[in-house]
């Protein structure tokens, strides 16, 4: 029960923890956001948000309409391809679409990069 004069804390739904962001490092208030985020379990959904908005950019206009991140797991940064041969393609590109995600967000964010085939893409 709720004491009363006490805020009702409610769970982010998943459609809102999209949009969660967290502060640059260099920003005041960097450090203080990112131990907050921590300690409430959202660092990982932070970190993900900010790799999608810089993915396409990193990983160019020939691949972004065929890969996007789908998750984090562990030191891993799993990638949905539409195609087979886009696991082959990301794999040779493994080791410089980490170095420019870690470019442009200032820190390492994953130490692997692994490719899974879309369930949506019709291949075979």
């Known amino acids: ?3 009363p004069g006490r ?3 409610r769970p982010v739904p998943e459609e ?3 949009v969660l962001v967290a502060a640059p490092v260099d ?3 960097g450090p203080a956001i ?6 409430g379990g959202l660092s990982r959904v932070a970190q993900f948000r900010l790799i999608a908005d810089v993915w396409n950019e990193v ?3 020939d691949a972004s309409p065929h890969c996007r991140p789908l998750r984090l797991d562990g030191d891993d940064l799993v990638v949905e391809v539409d195609h087979r041969g886009w696991i082959t393609e990301l794999s040779f590109r ?3 679409i980490l170095e420019g995600l870690e470019a442009r967000l200032g820190r390492s964010v994953a130490r692997r990069l692994k490719a ?3 369930g949506r893409s019709g291949v075979e």
Not at 34 to 39: A, D, N, P
């Open 59 to 61: 990983v160019g206009e």
């Open 94 to 96: 493994q080791q410089a």
């Open 34 to 39: 990112q131990e907050f985020l921590e300690k």
């Open 7 to 9: 805020a009702r804390r």
């Open 1 to 3: 029960m709720n004491e």
């Open 16 to 18: 809102e923890s999209e």
């Open 116 to 118: 899974t085939l879309s």
């Open 27 to 29: 920003h005041p208030l």
